[in-house]
């Protein structure tokens, strides 16, 4: 080896050269397929953890949106679709009956979405269930001829009557059935300001219910309407019949209770004739409401609660709403025995359930009340 000339050395040192260099590309090669291979993976694993989360919320979407399906009869847009042709070719059959023809049906729901009279749309079109309005869409229900059917004749009320030019429906409407009237009231609150009982007596009005208080939708606070002893301390001494109501926003049987005996010191040594009532309405602001999430469950217990604590105490319970409290946001069936007041702004009317008072406008207009006032009539 030692005898190599000079030239042979170089040549062997430039081939030594060349196999390191070789040497070092294929380890930088190697580390840098082990580091795409480490990062591969981790996208992996980061993709795989991803898929698995946006699975479990899908999942808990379609068992949500399954459960609502089944327990409320939701009714999709195609299924929607579906009825509404079906109602129009059994009409288009029936032509020698009622002498309307598809296109006369067509011609009805056109103008009835022109005005924006979705709901009394849907009610002619599906005439064996309630249509409730809800939040992006209308809800189905079956009448239920287990439950206390209404002993209304609806044929017998004379309803107010609408403005061709304003479209608004103007007056008062009249029950009378075999010599037996409804009575005439009124609903108050702070957002009347001050009253002329006298006045309100002298235009017809037999009874009024006061707004006692109610409790905030946001903090939970119990607090009185600021007008409320005025209002029932004038409608006492004017002699009208009077009850009282408080606006619930109780999240359990517990908070409906405090809220009815709340309302039972309040009362003190006023004198009430009427129900003392619970209000049951959608908040002014869902988003803050701390009802928004509550079950129907739940506040049904906290209204049986309210309305079994004001028996204790003797007075008449009593329960107002309007189609979406009665069957979306309580269990009606659980609230049978309680007496109801249904509001209702709709002509005509159409709540097949029993119920003692019905509200047919927040418009109307009542001498010494300035402003709105809401009407309405009690049938027994």
């Known amino acids: 080896m030692n005898n190599l000339s000079e030239e042979q050395k170089l040549i062997r040192r430039k081939r030594i050269q060349r196999a390191r260099k070789v ?10 397929c082990l580091v795409v291979s480490i990062g591969v993976a981790v996208c992996y694993m980061l993709l795989y953890k991803q898929t698995l989360k946006q699975y479990d ?21 195609d299924e929607a679709d579906a009825l509404l042709n079906s109602a129009l070719n059994e009409a288009e059959e029936e032509t020698d009956i009622t002498g309307n023809t598809e296109e006369d049906y067509k011609a009805m729901i056109r103008e009835y979405m022109e005005e924006g009279k979705t709901l009394s749309m849907l009610e002619n079109v599906f005439p064996e269930n309630i249509v409730v309005p809800d939040t992006g869409g209308y809800r189905f229900f079956d009448i239920d001829s287990s439950l206390n059917m209404s002993e209304v004749d609806y044929s017998a009320i004379e309803y107010p009557v609408q403005n061709e030019d304003t479209g608004k429906y103007e007056g008062e409407a009249f029950y009378s059935k075999d010599g037996d009237e409804a009575k005439k009231g009124v609903d108050v609150s ?19 219910f006061i707004r006692l208080g109610y ?21 006492n001494e004017a002699g009208l019949d009077c009850g009282v109501y408080f ?3 109780a999240l359990n049987a517990t908070e409906g209770k405090e809220e009815a005996e709340f309302v ?24 803050k409401s701390r009802t ?21 105490d003797g007075y008449t319970p009593m329960i107002y709403g309007n189609l979406k409290s009665m069957l979306i946001m309580l269990d009606f069936e659980r609230l049978e025995e309680y007496d109801k007041w249904f509001a209702y702004y709709h002509y005509p009317l159409r ?12 418009s109307g207009k009542v001498d010494g009340i300035k402003g709105d006032a809401d009407l309405n009539l009690m049938f027994y």
């Open 351 to 362: 709540f097949p359930y029993k119920h003692r008072i019905w509200q047919y406008t927040a």
């Open 23 to 32: 040497r070092n590309v294929l380890s930088t090669l190697l580390v840098l």
């Open 57 to 77: 919320q899908k999942s808990e979407e379609l068992e949500s949106l399954k459960n609502e399906i089944e327990s409320g009869a939701y009714i999709a847009a």
């Open 264 to 287: 039972l010191e309040c009362l003190e040594d006023h004198h009430i004739e009427m129900p003392i009532v619970i209000d049951v309405e959608q908040s002014a602001n869902v988003s």
């Open 190 to 208: 702070s957002f009347q300001g001050d009253i002329d009982w006298n006045k309100v007596k002298n235009d017809g009005v037999e009874y009024a």
């Open 292 to 312: 928004k999430n509550l079950t129907a469950q739940d506040r049904t217990e906290a209204v049986i609660a309210f309305c079994e604590r004001v028996k204790q």
């Open 215 to 235: 409790r905030g939708y946001e903090s939970g606070k119990i607090v009185n309407d600021n007008k409320y002893e005025d209002n029932i301390t004038g409608c």
């Open 247 to 249: 606006f619930t926003e």
